[in-house]
């Protein structure tokens, strides 16, 4: 694959290839199909309909090879058919597929907590659970930051996304199209301003990450009172907000104010762990050891599994049966899920990940300095994104964001958009994409952000 992992083979050709225009007739007669069959209000970024997957490439139904470079949203990490994680699978399969863990529980459940432990940030004595999502990852999260404090109030960020169940809606930032007309939400939830260094610089403000800190936390202590505060959310990366980093220095003080009044910090990782950024999480990269963290995504090669892991005596405060679900842990599930984790150990993903990233983002910056409809280049690692912008302003351009994706698919490149404003296009391809497919997928962006701009 790479002077990194040179061992990678591949089940599928790593090659583009178009043979009809897209959508194809295949897809086109399964969209009229889905119209009648599925609700509406599920909605889907692509117009075409996959038949096979395997490291950087989707085949549809009409046999074009389309280079994938948004994983499902960071979630085929190790591809979409992983040798390794498809025998787990099929192994576990083969003896049960379901007992109930809080029934009769079972090893891959409690071998997953014990990775997820090892893994995770700092080496204070933790706890795990595992969940189906990454929503019912993050409301468990606060459920226990309440119960162990035994305060209420939790504090959420701007341009977040934490999900999509009514708690997870009350903590997401974004209106449209995740949160309109499904309230009341949740209550006892707060927001505050984020660290956001290119918009922050173009408000004349102090983009430094301290002083960007000290403007939430001053918000905090007025308008809620530290003492009244159960947790901290926040992803160390934004992802549906517009991949936005955050500056050096505002994690580590937000962290240090909740260990000195007693609130629990939650690393929403559920996009950004593993590997994605370069690190197996995202926050270990300012040292930040968060007291939970909430984890889904890229953990099983594809199939629904979440955790939280957090300090022992936090999750060891709950009550008995007081966390679990019907299928939360489940044992196909797990199994995918220590597979994945081989995968990801063996290729080194973490270091690939940042290869992708330096390999991408030199390229995208270059594009920038040519065209200024491109705001900023962002990212970490395998997590990559661009901010469209109207020529010599900051002012969000969604519209251009929507053409590059289009010509970017006509063109047989998958990609996906995000932000607040609507107007980033995100790079989230698998870890184990070739340099010879990325490059061409670059190329193929590169041409299609030249276009649109024109």
Not at 173 to 196: C, I, N, Q
Not at 342 to 354: G, K, S
Not at 427 to 442: K, Q, S
Request: hydrophobic share 45%; with cysteine.
């Amino acid at each position: 694959m790479t002077a990194t992992n040179p061992s990678l083979t591949y089940r599928l050709p790593q090659v583009r290839t178009l043979v009809t225009a897209l959508p194809g007739p295949e897809s086109a007669r399964l969209a009229e199909r889905r119209r009648s069959a599925v609700a509406g209000g599920v909605g889907s970024s692509v117009p075409v309909y996959a038949a096979d997957a395997d490291g950087g490439v989707i085949v549809d139904v009409d046999g074009n090879s389309l280079i994938d470079l948004g994983s499902g949203i960071a979630v085929t990490s190790v591809g979409a058919s992983d040798p390794r994680v498809a025998e787990a699978i099929a192994a576990q399969a083969a003896h049960f597929t379901h007992t109930c863990f809080m029934v009769t529980p079972y090893e891959g459940y409690v071998a997953v907590a014990e990775r997820l432990n090892a893994l995770t940030p700092g080496d204070h004595d933790k706890r795990t659970v595992l969940f189906n999502s990454g929503a019912e990852a993050v409301e468990n999260a606060i459920k226990v930051a309440r119960l162990a404090t035994g305060r209420d109030a939790v504090v959420a960020f701007d341009h977040a996304y934490h999900g999509r169940t009514n708690l997870t809606m009350a903590l997401t930032a974004k209106t449209m199209p995740y949160k309109k007309d499904f309230g009341p939400f949740a209550p006892e939830v707060y927001r505050l301003p984020m660290s956001y260094p290119y918009r922050d610089a173009a408000a004349g403000l102090d983009a430094d990450g301290e002083a960007a800190a000290a403007r939430a936390i001053s918000q905090i202590e007025k308008q809620i009172g530290g003492d009244a505060v159960a947790a901290v959310i926040i992803e160390p990366i934004q992802g549906e907000g517009g991949f936005i980093v955050p500056a050096p220095g505002f994690l580590p003080a937000l962290a240090s104010w909740a260990k000195e009044n007693g609130v629990v910090f939650i690393a929403d990782e559920v996009q950004t762990g593993f590997a994605r950024t370069g690190a197996w999480f995202a926050c270990e990269e300012e040292g930040v050891v968060p007291d939970i963290i909430t984890m889904a995504k890229g953990i099983a090669g594809g199939l629904p599994l979440s955790a939280i892991t957090g300090r022992a005596e936090l999750l060891d405060a709950v009550h008995p049966g007081g966390l679990g679900g019907t299928y939360g842990g489940n044992p196909v599930a797990c199994a995918a899920a220590l597979a994945a984790l081989d995968t990801m150990t063996e290729l080194d993903l973490p270091a690939r990940a940042r290869a992708i990233g330096e390999r991408a983002v030199t390229r995208l910056r270059a594009l920038a300095d040519e065209l200024p409809v491109i705001g900023d280049v962002r990212g970490r690692g395998a997590m990559i994104a661009i901010e469209l912008v109207r020529p010599g302003t900051t002012e969000p351009d969604a519209d251009l964001t929507k053409a590059i994706a289009a010509k970017a698919l006509a063109a047989g490149v998958v990609i996906l958009t995000c932000g607040t404003y609507g107007n980033v296009v995100r790079l989230l391809p698998p870890l184990v994409i070739g340099d010879a497919l990325l490059d061409d997928a670059l190329t193929v962006l590169e041409t299609a952000v030249r276009d649109a701009a024109a």
